[in-house]
């Protein structure tokens, strides 16, 4: 079964979850680790428990909010040593859980589903004003 797991600094991942479900309807499919929201918190052990709670037939894709960032970094440190079947992307927004969400349930490898998703989440990162000054340029009128 494939699995998602959304992780970030604080509540981010919580609240996209409800947007995403706002849209989409319920994710049963999808858990949320909000990091450092506890002065107990403990990311290693929180990661170690998501990854051991899969069978050997789930597939683990675990979006976090930021590349670099502690969260993500420890998932990648993590990652090398399991031989479970986890994927890792950073960038977590809500076009690009949407795609995910859409085709959880395709037949498509994951890592090609996840590689398609990312690339069409990237076109929905624009700056609109530019899009603006296009549509309000004058076109040339030819005679």
Request: glycine letters at 4%; a negative charge.
């Amino acid at each position: 079964m494939r699995k998602f797991l959304f992780a970030s600094h604080a509540y981010l991942a919580k609240g996209i979850l409800s947007s995403l479900e706002l849209i989409m309807g319920h994710q049963d499919n999808v858990k949320v680790l909000c990091a450092y929201t506890q002065d107990d918190f403990d990311i290693k052990q929180e990661i170690k428990n998501h990854i051991d709670a899969l069978s050997c037939h789930d597939e683990l894709i675990v979006v976090t909010d930021v590349l670099g960032g502690s969260v993500n970094n420890e998932f990648m440190s993590v990652l090398g040593g399991t031989d479970k079947n986890v994927y890792l992307v950073a960038g977590l927004n809500l076009a690009l859980l949407m795609s995910m969400a859409a085709r959880k349930d395709e037949d498509t490898a994951t890592e090609t589903l996840i590689t398609e998703c990312v690339e069409e989440a990237k076109e929905t990162i624009v700056f609109c004003n530019t899009l603006l000054q296009k549509t309000e340029e004058p076109e040339d009128e030819e005679f």
